[in-house]
Nanobody
Framework: QVQLVESGGGLVQAGGSLRLSCAASGRTFSSSAMGWFRQAPGKEREFVAAISWNGGSTYYADSVKGRFTISRDNAKNTGYLQMNSLTPEDTAVYCC????????????????WGQGTQVTVPT
């Protein structure tokens, strides 16, 4: 069993940056892929980024490529999402997910989910 707790969200002006963290409990975190997803009001959940178990491979949604960076520190059982050049379109609840057997953009691949952290970029 893995429990995930996100932190680092908040209100930031357009063009600003935030770094989200995903603290995990449970040994399987370090042996599985993890990802970040987001859901804006009135919209479906969408994939943001994913990283392989050892950090060797990453994958991004086109909408965040070049602006967001996913990383992980397995020694600390923590994943990160560095978000730069934020725009109002990035406003959403961001959730981390873990437990996927391999790098995946599909939410169905992940067994464990956090509650999410709100990111707001006002217009």
């Amino acid at each position: 069993q893995v429990q995930l707790v996100e932190s680092g969200g908040g209100l930031v002006q357009a063009g600003g940056s935030l770094r989200l963290s995903c603290a995990a409990s449970g040994r399987t975190f370090s042996s599985s892929a993890m990802g970040w997803f987001r859901q804006a009001p009135g919209k479906e959940r969408e994939f943001v980024a994913a990283i392989s178990w050892n950090g060797g491979s990453t994958y991004y949604a086109d909408s965040v490529k070049g602006r967001f960076t996913i990383s992980r520190d397995n020694a600390k059982n923590t994943g990160y999402l560095q978000m730069n050049s934020l725009t109002p379109e990035d406003t959403a609840v961001y959730c981390c997910a873990a437990g996927a057997p391999s790098l995946s953009a599909g939410g169905y691949s992940y067994h464990y989910w956090g509650q999410g952290t709100q990111v707001t970029v006002p217009t």
